[in-house]
């Protein structure tokens, strides 16, 4: 019943240090997201994974790399980190969307702290 | 690409009292219409969602309604509980763009007991 599971829950990064977010989901679905959220701001979506094997740009993915390393699991990573991208991360997925958009299921977030 | 404004920004009602959000969007190939309920330290959670087919949605004490002339939708909470102490955000999303869902900026909706 985890649905989607992201770790780690929290983070404090100093400026320039890299870090892995992970993502996994078990409800086997082919697309996932990565998101940040921003005080009193909606969501914004870096990356996204249609399927396993592509990935694409969202609204915000400069500064960001991702990995779709296999049906279940989809990594967010900051090569060089900087303050601004001080945020709550969230991971989601969602059904293969064919003729109609499918619900998208998210994770608890990582909140990510960069000093 | 697609814009959606949500007001209002907080909303305080009384225990009881109907709760109404609204949120606009620009872009009129947007097709879904989900929203989201954001409690404390979580993810958010899909509460009811619409598509450009329908023009209102019904779930026990939620509904949604959907003017795609005027491109606006809205989620109403009716005998509102203290559970319902959260945040709300909307979305809308198109077919054929990857799922991709466009947010509203959310609306902090506070039941007093």
């Known amino acids: 019943n985890a649905g989607v599971t992201q770790t780690p829950k929290f983070q404090v990064l100093k400026t320039g240090q890299s870090m892995t977010l992970q993502c996994a989901q078990d409800?086997?679905?082919?697309?996932m997201y990565w998101y940040r959220q921003d005080p009193g701001m909606g969501l914004r979506l870096i990356y996204y994974s249609a399927s396993e094997g592509t990935t694409d740009k969202g609204e915000v993915p400069n500064g960001y790399n991702v990995s779709r390393l296999n049906k279940r699991e989809f990594s967010l990573r900051l090569e060089s980190a900087a303050p601004s991208q001080t945020s709550v991360y969230f991971c989601?997925?969602?059904?293969?969307?064919?003729?109609?958009?499918?619900?998208?299921?998210f994770g608890d977030g990582t909140r990510l702290s960069i000093l | 690409g697609e814009n959606v404004e949500q007001h209002p920004s907080t909303l305080s009602v009384q225990e009881g009292d109907s709760a109404v959000i609204k949120c606009t969007y620009s872009?009129?190939?947007?097709?879904?219409f989900p929203w989201y309920k954001q409690e404390l330290g979580k993810g958010p959670q899909l509460i009811i969602d619409?598509?450009?087919?329908?023009g209102e949605k019904k779930d026990q004490r939620i509904a949604v309604t959907l003017n795609k002339t005027a491109k606006h939708f809205s989620l109403h909470i009716t005998e509102t509980q203290p559970e319902d102490s959260a945040v709300y955000f909307c979305a809308a999303s198109k077919v054929n763009a990857g799922n991709m869902l466009t947010f509203g900026g959310g609306t902090r909706l506070m039941v007093k007991p």
């Open positions: 619409i598509r450009s087919n329908v």
């Open positions: 409800m086997n679905h082919n697309s």
């Open positions: 872009d009129s190939a947007s097709n879904y």
């Open positions: 989601a997925s969602s059904a293969l969307t064919g003729y109609a958009n499918q619900p998208q299921h």
